[in-house]
C-alpha cells in the first residue's frame, strides 16, 4: 500500500509512522495520500461499536498476543483473526498457539476438487465459524454446501480484481451481477470481499435479501 520495498517488521514503529500510504492498492502508479500507517490500538479505538474487523495476521506468532489486546479492550466480539489453513500440520500449529482463545478465527483455505474434502476434514478440527475461500473451479464449492452448513462453516469469497479466483471479479460483476455476485451466492457464499459495496447492496436488495 505504500509503495516501499522495506520488510515492515524490519522497520521501528517510529518509521513506520512517517510513511504516507499509496491510494488504492498501492504501487508506484497510485498518488501518495496524507493518511499514514495507524496502530493496532487506533484501529479498534475508531472501529469500536461501529464495524466489525477482520484481522489477517500474517505473522502467526502474533496471534495469541493479538487476541489478546483485541480482548482486553473489549473487542472479542467486533473482530475476527485469520490465518491460513490448508492441512494439518498448519492446523494443529495454531491449535498450539492457542488461536481458539475467545476471538473467532477464520481459517483463509483453498479448495480444490482434488483436495477439498480433505480440508474440510482439517477445519473440522478447529470448528470455524466461516472461511476465506479460495478455489480452482466454483463448483468445488456448490458441490459440498451441505457439507459446510453441517460443520457450520460459512463461506467467504474475495471478488477484489487483484484477488479473485475463475474471473469472478468486481469489474466482470459491475456489468454482469448475476456472472459473478449471483453465482457466489447460489454456490452458497454468504460473505462477498469487494471493493464495490454499493453496487452489491443494490444487486442484493434486487434479490430481495433484506437488512443489506
Request: proline residues 4%; glycine residues 6%; negative net charge.
Amino acid at each position: 500500500m505504500a509503495g516501499r520495498a522495506e520488510d515492515p517488521e524490519t522497520l521501528t514503529i517510529e518509521q513506520l509512522r512517517i510513511v504516507h500510504l499509496r491510494n488504492r492498492n498501492g504501487g508506484v502508479h497510485n498518488p501518495l495520500t496524507d493518511q499514514k500507517i495507524p496502530t493496532l490500538f487506533e484501529v479498534l479505538s475508531v472501529a469500536k461499536d461501529c464495524i466489525f474487523i477482520d484481522l489477517d495476521v500474517k505473522n502467526r506468532d502474533l496471534i495469541p498476543l493479538v487476541a489478546e489486546y483485541v480482548k482486553t479492550n473489549g473487542m472479542a466480539g467486533q473482530v475476527n483473526i485469520k490465518a491460513r489453513v490448508n492441512n494439518g500440520a498448519q492446523a494443529k500449529a495454531l491449535q498450539q498457539k492457542g488461536v481458539l482463545t475467545g476471538v473467532p478465527f477464520m481459517p483463509k483455505s483453498y479448495f480444490s476438487k482434488d483436495t477439498a474434502d480433505e480440508v474440510l476434514d482439517v477445519l473440522s478440527s478447529l470448528s470455524p465459524f466461516m472461511t476465506e475461500a479460495s478455489f480452482d473451479e466454483l463448483t468445488t464449492l456448490s458441490e459440498r454446501q451441505s457439507v459446510f452448513a453441517a460443520q457450520g462453516i460459512s463461506l467467504w469469497v474475495n471478488t477484489l480484481n487483484d484477488g479473485a479466483y475463475c474471473g469472478l471479479d468486481d469489474s466482470t460483476a459491475l456489468h454482469s451481477p448475476d456472472l459473478v455476485w449471483g453465482k457466489l451466492l447460489d454456490a452458497g457464499v454468504s460473505v462477498i470481499q469487494t471493493d464495490e459495496p454499493e453496487a452489491l447492496q443494490t444487486y442484493l436488495r434486487a434479490r430481495s435479501y433484506a437488512d443489506v
